[in-house]
């Protein structure tokens, strides 16, 4: 399985930027999709995920300028986020938890490589 992110960039403070993420591989069922991000000098940390019945988890300090979403059929989540502020800098990471046809039942975290997002004052 192998996660592909896209987006990021730098952006002024209140603009907006939108990450995609799609997965491929031997894929049976992704439960979970979304966004983990890490800023210097910080562990790395949970922004938003959403599960394949559509209910989602934020960050406190994301919700309601960040919306997340996915497309089941393509594996593929989004992380639109907007009223973007400095304190959102850091590495995107983005994250799935999936389950393999060779191994139904059994899920395993799934991590793409990063996307830099640089919110400027």
């Known amino acids: 399985v192998q996660l592909q992110a896209s987006g990021g960039g730098l952006v002024q403070a209140g603009g907006s930027l939108r990450l995609s993420c799609a997965a491929s591989?031997?894929?049976?069922?992704?439960?979970?999709m979304g966004w983990y991000r890490q800023a210097p000098g910080k562990q790395r940390e949970l922004v938003s995920v959403?599960?394949?019945?559509?209910?989602?988890t934020h960050k406190d300090s994301v919700r309601g300028r960040f919306t997340i979403s996915r497309d089941i059929a393509k594996n593929t989540v989004y992380l639109q986020m907007n009223s973007l502020e400095p304190d959102d800098t850091a590495v995107y990471y983005c994250?799935?938890?999936?389950?393999?046809?060779?191994?139904?039942?059994?899920?395993?975290?799934?991590w793409g490589p990063g996307a830099q997002v640089t919110v400027s004052s």
């Open positions: 591989g031997d894929i049976f069922r992704s439960a979970v």
């Open positions: 959403i599960a394949s019945d559509g209910s989602a």
């Open positions: 994250y799935g938890y999936m389950s393999t046809p060779q191994a139904k039942g059994v899920y395993s975290d799934y």
